[in-house]
């Protein structure tokens, strides 16, 4: 049976039936999920949980809009979509209770005279008959539904039958066909109204017969060689073990050999046809799945119920994120990034109960290996390079950053020693000891925060820099860096590799080398403690953006501000400015906004200022203020909050170093700003009053550098107000723990009718290193 059904109203047509290939050549499904973006024609199921109300009598009215709302944008973008569904038993059940209630209510009030709903009692009502009654308005609902987005339906009702039979099968493929070529979404549903129970091991050879609408949605998948079929449900995805069990896992990816991996659940909310409950993913959905993908149809099955992803399960299914279960008949060589994260997770336990000696030791074999491996390294980085002009994807302040050089190896050596040295007094430091009570003494001592997610871009500089703060505090490491520097990443990876197998240790740095998606790293807030993107600003905001649940340490702009005072050196400010904004453009500690005291204009300092700015090719943007003083000026800047990362700067003009606080705490980003004077007061008034991480008085802003504090390294800047702030190298990578020791103690011991009293004493504080113990 056919029904079309376009804005306004909707009208029966013919389609002419002519014949088109039967059965679709054996093509390859999706490998990964990122692949999935190329998906054409998509075919999405949805479960009689995902459409159906909590009670089971009606239809999920908000669901069912957010998901046709999703559908008809991938319809307008161009896919061919088709929705096979459940709903009509519930739809209808709902309307049947309707009027049987109306029913009884009538013939109470006719012999009564009065209505005792109360009393009344609903008999059984049969799937069939529901069915029946609640097909034609199911597909009206979604009729007026789709109509909101101009977008046309069709309803088409099958049985088992239609397709044991070659004319039937012929006849609805050639429909199908038609509608999708007219742009039309076919809403396809088993005819419950008519359908027989399913039968037990009735699949002819080699084809999976209809039992229920997971295996239509697989034959048809098959048949109309969809590119993905997106099975809802009302649970996350296939699961290693019953889901809610303590050690229940949720497998992102499924492959054909991994049945033995999973267990199956016990029951969906909803069943069969609305009314019968089933196995949870029973072996008959995931075989309906596993035949699809044979067929070359690829394969997420997800939850479409939860209320905060309902709105957009399936764009994200579409566009690779990582939801629900993937099927695939490709699995990769190596390990998932969630194996790589527990294996990084257990060795770095390893790691931190290492003697700081033995870690030092591991830090110091890296720097070796810089030097010593240095031509294998430069090799990488040649091809990295090279590739990277040939696209010419990378500005040439990004290739200024992909680039290594012997000298760059070499500071990066001595960078790296300076934080073997730090190591050795890192972990297991002691903070603070107090004597709570006699024999009851408390530590607060450095740990390290866990696993890291390191994300950075054309920067392979900083894998060796990250490594070795991450040796230092005893942290694992996740790393993830940008595929322009893939070559050059991987050696250096390596070697971190050899140094940590010194002590045994070579897992807790892992480099994720898989196709895996920022966004869907940003997800395992289970498995990751803290994120450090390094890169662009861009980067940063995104990261910000997408994670959830787990902090990012970073900035998001670094808009760094030099305030030249009005009486401020000439040598001195002329020299700062040049290095602020000329050394290395590109760098998040570069001079953004120059703000100038208006008693400076028209003087030979600030003349000197122009002329060293036109010299170095800076352009020059004017601010409001200083574009108001002049005749003719550079171009007005569009927003005083601009990070140009290039030879560009806005110039602005201020009333007082009071002036220049209040401008740089209402546009700047809190990084780095500089103040030039040779007034003492003032600065120290600047470097009071001025609320940034980093603040400095007659120095560059590119000193904002963990290297140049003699911090040896830094894994970014954090602009945050808690936690880390300004250059982040060792400390900020480590967090505390509270160490009580005492000797049978309680807390009733201190309650008023108790024996002991606290005293609370503090106590000088001695180093406590891993396996060792203070004393008082």
């Given at each position: 049976m056919l029904l079309i059904g376009c804005f306004p109203g909707s009208l029966s047509i013919n389609v002419p039936f002519f014949t088109v290939p039967l059965a679709r050549?054996?093509?390859?499904?999706?490998?990964?999920?990122?692949?999935?973006?190329?998906?054409?024609?998509?075919?999405?199921?949805?479960?009689?949980?995902?459409?159906?109300?909590?009670?089971?009598?009606?239809?999920?009215?908000?669901?069912?809009?957010?998901?046709?709302?999703?559908?008809?944008?991938?319809?307008?973008?161009?896919?061919?979509?088709?929705?096979?569904?459940?709903?009509?038993?519930?739809?209808?059940?709902?309307?049947?209770?309707?009027?049987?209630?109306?029913s009884q209510s009538v013939r109470q009030a006719l012999h009564s005279g009065q209505n005792q709903l109360k009393d009344m009692s609903l008999p059984v009502l049969e799937a069939r008959a529901c069915a029946a009654a609640g097909q034609?308005?199911?597909?009206?609902?979604?009729?007026?539904?789709?109509?909101?987005?101009?977008?046309?339906?069709?309803?088409?009702?099958?049985?088992?039958?239609?397709?044991?039979?070659?004319?039937?099968?012929?006849?609805?493929?050639?429909?199908?066909?038609?509608?999708?070529?007219?742009?039309?979404?076919?809403?396809?549903?088993?005819?419950?109204?008519?359908v027989p129970p399913p039968e037990p091991n009735s699949d002819l050879q080699g084809v999976i017969s209809i039992k229920d609408n997971d295996s239509l949605a697989a034959r048809l998948a098959v048949e109309m060689r969809a590119d993905l079929l997106i099975a809802l449900s009302d649970v996350e995805g296939l699961y290693d073990s019953p889901p809610g069990s303590d050690d229940a896992k949720l497998l992102d990816t499924f492959y054909p050999g991994d049945q033995h991996s999973i267990t199956y659940g016990t029951k969906s909310r909803v069943g069969i046809g609305g009314m019968e409950a089933k196995a949870m993913f029973n072996k008959l959905q995931v075989k309906a799945?596993?035949?699809?993908?044979?067929?070359?149809?690829?394969?997420?099955?997800?939850?479409?119920?939860?209320?905060?992803?309902?709105?957009?399960?399936?764009?994200?299914?579409?566009?690779?994120?990582?939801?629900?279960?993937?099927?695939?008949?490709?699995?990769?060589?190596?390990?998932?990034?969630?194996?790589q994260t527990e294996m990084a997770r257990s060795a770095g336990r390893t790691l931190a109960s290492l003697e700081?000696?033995?870690?030092?030791?591991?830090?110091?074999?890296?720097?070796?290996?810089?030097?010593?491996?240095?031509?294998?390294?430069?090799?990488?980085?040649?091809?990295?390079?090279?590739?990277?002009?040939?696209?010419?994807?990378?500005?040439?302040?990004?290739?200024?950053?992909?680039?290594?050089?012997?000298?760059?190896?070499?500071?990066?050596?001595?960078?790296?020693?300076?934080?073997?040295?730090s190591s050795q007094d890192s972990v297991g430091r002691v903070l603070r000891r107090t004597r709570v009570a006699n024999n009851l003494e408390l530590e607060?001592?450095?740990?390290?925060?866990?696993?890291?997610?390191?994300?950075?871009?054309s920067r392979p500089d900083c894998l060796p820099q990250v490594s070795a703060l991450a040796i230092a505090s005893g942290n694992a490491l996740l790393l993830k860096g940008g595929k322009e520097a893939a070559n050059t990443n991987r050696i250096l990876h390596e070697l971190a590799q050899e140094a940590l197998s010194i002590h045994g240790v070579k897992d807790a740095i892992q480099l994720v080398s898989t196709r895996e998606e920022v966004e869907d790293l940003c997800r395992l807030e289970k498995m990751i403690d803290l994120i450090i993107p390094r890169g662009s600003s861009q980067l940063v905001r995104d990261i910000q953006r997408a994670a959830k649940?787990?902090?990012?340490?970073?900035?998001?702009?670094?808009?760094?501000?030099?305030?030249?005072?009005?009486?401020?050196?000439?040598?001195?400010?002329?020299?700062?400015?040049?290095?602020?904004?000329?050394?290395?453009?590109?760098?998040?500690?570069a001079m953004e906004t120059l703000l100038v005291h208006r008693e400076l204009l028209r003087t030979p300092l600030f003349d000197q200022i122009i002329d060293m700015l036109r010299t170095e090719h800076v352009k020059i943007h004017a601010g409001p203020k200083f574009a108001s003083y002049l005749t003719f000026s550079p171009s007005e800047v569009k927003s005083l909050r601009t990070e140009y990362g290039d030879l560009e700067c806005c110039i602005e003009v201020v009333d007082s170093m009071t002036e220049a606080v209040d401008h740089i705490h209402k546009y700047g980003s809190s990084h780095t700003d500089v103040i030039v004077t040779e007034n003492e007061d003032t600065a120290e008034q600047f470097l009071q009053q001025l609320d940034s991480a980093c603040v400095f008085w007659n120095a560059s802003s590119r000193f904002a550098d963990g290297y140049r504090f003699g911090l040896g390294a830094e894994v970014g800047i954090s602009t945050a107000r808690i936690h880390a702030r300004g250059p982040v190298g060792l400390d900020g990578l480590l967090t505390t723990k509270w160490v009580l020791r005492g000797e049978g103690h309680t807390a009733a011991d201190f309650s008023e009718q108790g024996s002991m009293t606290y005293l609370h004493e503090n106590l000088p504080v001695a180093q406590v290193l891993p396996g060792r113990r203070t004393t008082s």
């Amino acid at each position: 049976m056919l029904l079309i059904g376009c804005f306004p109203g909707s009208l029966s047509i013919n389609v002419p039936f002519f014949t088109v290939p039967l059965a679709r050549a054996h093509g390859k499904s999706f490998a990964h999920r990122s692949d999935l973006r190329q998906a054409k024609r998509i075919l999405v199921k949805l479960g009689s949980a995902v459409v159906t109300r909590g009670d089971e009598c009606g239809l999920a009215l908000g669901r069912l809009a957010s998901i046709v709302e999703q559908v008809a944008m991938l319809q307008n973008q161009g896919r061919e979509m088709m929705i096979v569904t459940s709903g009509a038993v519930a739809f209808g059940k709902q309307r049947l209770r309707h009027e049987i209630l109306l029913s009884q209510s009538v013939r109470q009030a006719l012999h009564s005279g009065q209505n005792q709903l109360k009393d009344m009692s609903l008999p059984v009502l049969e799937a069939r008959a529901c069915a029946a009654a609640g097909q034609s308005g199911l597909m009206a609902l979604y009729e007026a539904m789709f109509t909101q987005y101009s977008t046309c339906t069709a309803q088409i009702l099958v049985t088992n039958l239609d397709f044991h039979d070659d004319q039937k099968r012929r006849n609805l493929n050639s429909t199908l066909h038609e509608l999708l070529r007219m742009n039309i979404v076919p809403i396809i549903n088993t005819n419950d109204a008519v359908v027989p129970p399913p039968e037990p091991n009735s699949d002819l050879q080699g084809v999976i017969s209809i039992k229920d609408n997971d295996s239509l949605a697989a034959r048809l998948a098959v048949e109309m060689r969809a590119d993905l079929l997106i099975a809802l449900s009302d649970v996350e995805g296939l699961y290693d073990s019953p889901p809610g069990s303590d050690d229940a896992k949720l497998l992102d990816t499924f492959y054909p050999g991994d049945q033995h991996s999973i267990t199956y659940g016990t029951k969906s909310r909803v069943g069969i046809g609305g009314m019968e409950a089933k196995a949870m993913f029973n072996k008959l959905q995931v075989k309906a799945a596993l035949w699809a993908l044979q067929g070359g149809t690829s394969v997420v099955i997800a939850n479409g119920t939860h209320p905060k992803v309902t709105g957009h399960v399936i764009t994200d299914i579409v566009e690779g994120k990582k939801v629900g279960t993937f099927f695939s008949e490709v699995k990769p060589a190596g390990p998932t990034v969630e194996q790589q994260t527990e294996m990084a997770r257990s060795a770095g336990r390893t790691l931190a109960s290492l003697e700081p000696e033995q870690r030092s030791e591991i830090i110091c074999a890296l720097a070796d290996l810089l030097t010593e491996r240095k031509d294998e390294i430069l090799s990488a980085n040649k091809k990295d390079m090279e590739h990277a002009v040939s696209t010419g994807r990378l500005s040439p302040a990004m290739l200024k950053r992909l680039s290594l050089s012997s000298s760059k190896l070499n500071s990066l050596s001595i960078g790296l020693r300076q934080i073997a040295v730090s190591s050795q007094d890192s972990v297991g430091r002691v903070l603070r000891r107090t004597r709570v009570a006699n024999n009851l003494e408390l530590e607060q001592i450095t740990v390290p925060i866990g696993v890291l997610l390191v994300i950075f871009e054309s920067r392979p500089d900083c894998l060796p820099q990250v490594s070795a703060l991450a040796i230092a505090s005893g942290n694992a490491l996740l790393l993830k860096g940008g595929k322009e520097a893939a070559n050059t990443n991987r050696i250096l990876h390596e070697l971190a590799q050899e140094a940590l197998s010194i002590h045994g240790v070579k897992d807790a740095i892992q480099l994720v080398s898989t196709r895996e998606e920022v966004e869907d790293l940003c997800r395992l807030e289970k498995m990751i403690d803290l994120i450090i993107p390094r890169g662009s600003s861009q980067l940063v905001r995104d990261i910000q953006r997408a994670a959830k649940g787990i902090p990012v340490l970073g900035h998001s702009e670094g808009i760094c501000h030099v305030y030249v005072d009005h009486e401020a050196s000439v040598d001195k400010a002329i020299k700062i400015i040049r290095d602020s904004k000329c050394d290395y453009p590109a760098a998040c500690n570069a001079m953004e906004t120059l703000l100038v005291h208006r008693e400076l204009l028209r003087t030979p300092l600030f003349d000197q200022i122009i002329d060293m700015l036109r010299t170095e090719h800076v352009k020059i943007h004017a601010g409001p203020k200083f574009a108001s003083y002049l005749t003719f000026s550079p171009s007005e800047v569009k927003s005083l909050r601009t990070e140009y990362g290039d030879l560009e700067c806005c110039i602005e003009v201020v009333d007082s170093m009071t002036e220049a606080v209040d401008h740089i705490h209402k546009y700047g980003s809190s990084h780095t700003d500089v103040i030039v004077t040779e007034n003492e007061d003032t600065a120290e008034q600047f470097l009071q009053q001025l609320d940034s991480a980093c603040v400095f008085w007659n120095a560059s802003s590119r000193f904002a550098d963990g290297y140049r504090f003699g911090l040896g390294a830094e894994v970014g800047i954090s602009t945050a107000r808690i936690h880390a702030r300004g250059p982040v190298g060792l400390d900020g990578l480590l967090t505390t723990k509270w160490v009580l020791r005492g000797e049978g103690h309680t807390a009733a011991d201190f309650s008023e009718q108790g024996s002991m009293t606290y005293l609370h004493e503090n106590l000088p504080v001695a180093q406590v290193l891993p396996g060792r113990r203070t004393t008082s």
